[in-house]
């Protein structure tokens, strides 16, 4: 896909040196992180940075651990060597349920929904680190519990209305098409007001328009809510596109670092990409 | 047609109570899709350390919250010990290892309060109530209608919990994807402790209410048998189908006692239930208000 298409999708008001929210210090940063599973090392010493407010993409060909690196800053996969530092707090025993409580939300390379409950439902779910009320006083609706309740409410129709899924509200999620199931994703990872957001190829398998619309949504919740996005991505136009910054992984080691531009023209990159002709 | 109504009403009734054994396996299979092979051992379990409480000279009103707490540590411990080490494992290993509890269970049970049969005294006449019986001529056992009373109550109040709070949507959201669950923050332990707990309480309600009819005896683990019917008939996940099969269970039952019993020599109690389950699983599979089993290819 070559880069006119997108500039038409979300229009020139949304590139990104015009956005809501200044790109900040670093929040997150790796330092040689190296993750084996028994013998096979699926990350080798790898070192970068996340600045806070930017829109950061991890890209790399098949097998090049990308997901294994998501994987580990969202605490499934615990490094055996590295730190990982989190807004200036070093992490040793990460978890998913840690991270979550850590401003870290996510969406998965294979959607990974709450099938059977409804578009609703899924979204709120996604609200609940920002619940406090125990089980008796949900069980009892005490004055908390529907505070609670109510508050989400309001956010979760904020988001249905941002990502334009309001007809479909009730739909259980299984019978959705994959391109509205993805969406609804990005909204429940939302619903926690996550400070970094990590999108596990938010565009595989769609089409062209769904490609754009997922796009525009990204930069939106960059723009809007100034959202950390860290972002894995196979389709390159998207990736040049919508990040500021690149990293490239190929076998597990970090190959590029820079500006899409940098990224693009760095040898090493070109040769994991195309291979050479020798 | 008075006896049509007794019949009937009785049917029901019963009918209630295994929709709160049923109730039991459902919580469960709901948070962690396993069909949990201890309720009825815990069922007997809860009733007869509640009877053990009372011949140690603890009172009703104090046995009861006592045997409360030891059935929210008995949920607690059975999560801590047996579930959360095979978090994430397939549904079969989750059922031999409920298997193995249902084994635990029983036999703790035993060893801490003797395999006597006991009786346990509610304070409620298995009789007909005066009233109806003396106003419409119906006899309808007090202890029923107590039972049916005590059973709908905890029934409706924990549908309601489970359908519309974040307890409930938690709940489901575990059950349905856990990594998922896990990485928007649901408390995925203290889903599972909460309804270990919930359903040890309502193992010793369903308990409660078996044991005082037919005493507190090790009989009462296979209640748990006659739950299968109700819960293939509702549905595994639905709290409103377990309840609609119980009354139905309930009452074709008594009416198929009563009114066909006669013609194959009786005993269609004991197995009509079964004969409806098996027709459910050949027409409806998912139950009558289970989740509709869709594959896609």
């Given at each position: 896909m070559d880069m006119a298409t997108h500039d038409h999708a979300h229009g020139d008001d949304m590139s990104t040196t015009q956005r809501g929210f200044a790109i900040g210090k670093p929040i997150l940063e790796l330092d040689s992180v190296s993750l084996r599973f028994g013998g096979v090392k699926a990350l080798t010493n790898i070192s970068f940075n996340v600045l806070e407010h930017e829109i950061r993409a991890i890209i790399g060909p098949n097998g090049a651990g990308?997901?294994?690196?998501?994987?580990?800053?969202?605490?499934?996969?615990?490094?055996?060597?590295?730190?990982?530092?989190?807004?200036?707090q070093k992490l040793t025993d990460m978890t998913p349920?840690?991270?979550?409580?850590?401003?870290?939300?996510?969406?998965?390379?294979?959607?990974a929904l709450f099938k059977g409950m409804t578009v609703l439902d899924n979204i709120m779910a996604g609200c609940s680190q920002r619940e406090h009320a125990n089980f008796l006083e949900v069980a009892f609706q005490l004055p908390r519990a529907r505070r609670e309740e109510t508050a989400n409410r309001e956010k979760v129709e904020e988001i249905i209305e941002f990502l334009q899924i309001e007809h479909i509200r009730k739909t259980p999620v299984k019978r959705l098409p994959y391109g509205l199931q993805k969406r609804v994703e990005l909204g429940r990872a939302l619903a926690a007001q996550p400070k970094i957001l990590?999108?596990?190829?938010?565009m595989a398998g769609m089409n062209i328009e769904e490609k754009q619309d997922m796009c525009r949504f990204i930069l939106d919740v960059n723009d809007h809510y100034g959202t950390t996005v860290v972002l894995i991505e196979h389709d390159m136009g998207v990736v040049m596109d919508l990040s500021d910054r690149v990293v490239v992984l190929d076998y597990g080691k970090k190959i590029g670092d820079g500006t899409p531009e940098e990224v693009r023209s760095n040898p090493e990159v070109i040769k994991a990409y195309l291979g050479v002709a020798d | 047609m008075?006896?049509?109504?007794?019949v009937l009403v009785g049917g029901l009734l019963s009918g209630v109570m295994y929709s709160l054994v049923a109730l039991g396996f459902v919580l469960i299979y709901k948070a962690s899709g396993v069909f949990n092979f201890a309720q009825g051992a815990m069922v007997f379990f809860a009733v007869l350390s509640f009877v053990g409480f009372m011949e140690l000279g603890l009172n009703f009103w104090v046995a009861l919250p006592v045997t409360v707490a030891l059935m929210v540590v008995v949920g607690v411990v059975t999560e801590?010990?047996?579930?959360?080490?095979?978090?994430?494992?397939?549904?079969?290993?989750?059922?031999?290892?409920?298997?193995?509890?249902?084994?635990?269970?029983?036999g703790v049970a035993q060893l801490a309060w003797g395999v006597k049969v006991r009786r346990l005294e509610l304070g409620i006449a298995d009789e007909p109530m005066g009233w109806l019986a003396d106003n419409a001529d119906i006899l309808v056992s007090?202890?029923?209608?107590?039972?049916?009373?005590?059973?709908?109550?905890?029934?409706?109040?924990?549908?309601?919990?489970?359908?519309?709070?974040?307890v409930g949507r938690g709940l489901r959201a575990v059950?349905?994807?856990?990594?998922?669950?896990?990485?928007?923050?649901?408390?995925?332990?203290?889903?599972?402790?909460v309804v270990w707990a919930t359903a040890g309480v309502v193992a010793l309600v369903a308990g409660m209410m078996w044991g005082a009819r037919s005493g507190v005896q090790f009989a009462l683990v296979g209640v748990a048998l006659k739950a299968m019917p109700v819960l293939i008939i509702g549905g595994f996940t639905s709290v409103p189908g377990v309840i609609v099969a119980?009354?139905?269970?309930?009452?074709?039952?008594?009416?198929?006692?009563?009114?066909?019993?006669?013609?194959?020599?009786?005993?269609?109690?004991?197995?009509?239930?079964?004969?409806?389950?098996?027709?459910?699983?050949?027409?409806?599979?998912?139950?009558?208000?289970?989740?509709?089993?869709?594959r896609r290819v």
């Open positions: 990308k997901s294994s690196m998501l994987n580990v800053i969202n605490g499934v996969y615990r490094p055996q060597e590295g730190t990982i530092t989190l807004r200036g349920n840690r991270a979550a409580a850590m401003g870290i939300s996510r969406t998965f390379q294979n959607i990590l999108l596990d190829e938010p | 008075n006896f049509f109504f007794e801590r010990l047996v579930l959360r080490p095979l978090v994430g494992q397939s549904e079969d290993t989750l059922l031999m290892a409920t298997i193995g509890l249902a084994f635990v269970v029983e007090q202890l029923d209608v107590a039972a049916g009373l005590v059973a709908g109550i905890m029934v409706a109040v924990l549908a309601l919990i489970f359908s519309k709070t974040k059950a349905d994807d856990n990594a998922a669950a896990l990485s928007v923050g649901i408390p995925l332990k203290q889903i599972l402790v119980g009354l139905i269970v309930g009452a074709a039952e008594k009416m198929a006692e009563v009114y066909l019993g006669p013609y194959v020599g009786g005993g269609i109690e004991g197995w009509l239930p079964y004969v409806l389950a098996v027709l459910f699983l050949l027409v409806r599979p998912e139950g009558l208000f289970g989740e509709k089993i869709i």
